[in-house]
């Protein structure tokens, strides 16, 4: 079945640091969602690339969607508290990675 | 609220009961996704339905579990002679019938058997 990687599978920093996180498959993707889901809550979606090489921005977050449409990166520029929580990618509509786990020090 | 609701909120059943979780998408979504969460892992899909039609179901989902719509709107998902391994989130999300597909999720069922 579809495999995919997500990483790294924590990450903590300093409120204003720069996050990254990865998201890697084995197969070539049709699309991929982003998704963050708070501590108790539920995932909420993000944003959708489906482009070879499309780069999306939201605010201080920037999509990318690898070339070869095998990898996609989710980057936060200066983090906030407000950023913290677990960050997902699903790719074919439904199958979710593990996801990266943030935490912010104010 | 017009998003996605899920009844009960939580469940505590003992090994070898069956339950039902609810699922109410947001009305004019057609497509329905149930999904079991456990602690520190991705939401891991179970099945998925275009109205009422079943179009995918997981390889992973024993034949314990089953999931119904009946009228293209509400979802049950149900499991029969629960086991410990089945405690979890059990979360249901909805999208509309055309790309991206993006899914907006329920507060979900925690269910935990004893």
């Known amino acids: 079945g579809q495999q995919v990687m997500q990483i790294p599978q924590y990450q903590h920093v300093q409120e204003g640091e720069d996050f990254t996180t990865y998201c890697n498959s084995s197969?070539?993707?049709?699309?991929i969602q982003w998704y963050k889901q708070r501590p108790g809550g539920h995932p909420v979606f993000l944003i959708q690339?489906?482009?070879?090489?499309e780069v999306k921005k939201q605010k201080r977050l920037t999509f990318q969607f690898g070339e070869a449409k095998k990898n996609s990166s989710l980057h936060i520029t200066a983090t906030q508290t407000t950023d913290v929580g677990t960050y997902f990618c699903?790719?074919?509509?439904?199958?979710f990675g593990a996801g990266t786990r943030l935490t912010v020090k104010p | 609220d017009t998003g996605v609701s899920q009844d009960p909120r939580h469940k505590i059943t003992k090994r070898g009961q069956n339950v039902t979780f609810r699922c109410d998408p947001i009305?004019?979504?057609?497509?329905l996704y149930w999904y079991r969460q456990t602690l520190g892992q991705g939401p891991e899909f179970l099945t998925y339905?275009?109205?009422?039609?079943?179009?995918?179901k997981s390889r992973l989902l024993s034949d314990r579990f089953s999931a119904e719509r009946p009228k293209g709107s509400f979802s049950t998902l149900e499991i029969q002679r629960t086991e410990q391994g089945d405690s979890a989130m059990y979360l249901c999300?909805?999208?509309?019938?055309?790309?991206?597909?993006?899914?907006?999720f329920g507060p979900g069922t925690r269910l935990t058997v004893t």
């Open positions: 690339l489906v482009k070879s090489g």
């Open positions: 999300a909805s999208s509309p019938g055309q790309r991206p597909y993006e899914q907006y």
């Open positions: 699903a790719v074919n509509d439904m199958r």
């Open positions: 339905f275009q109205n009422e039609a079943q179009l995918e």
């Open positions: 197969t070539t993707l049709s699309n």
């Open positions: 009305s004019e979504h057609n497509r």
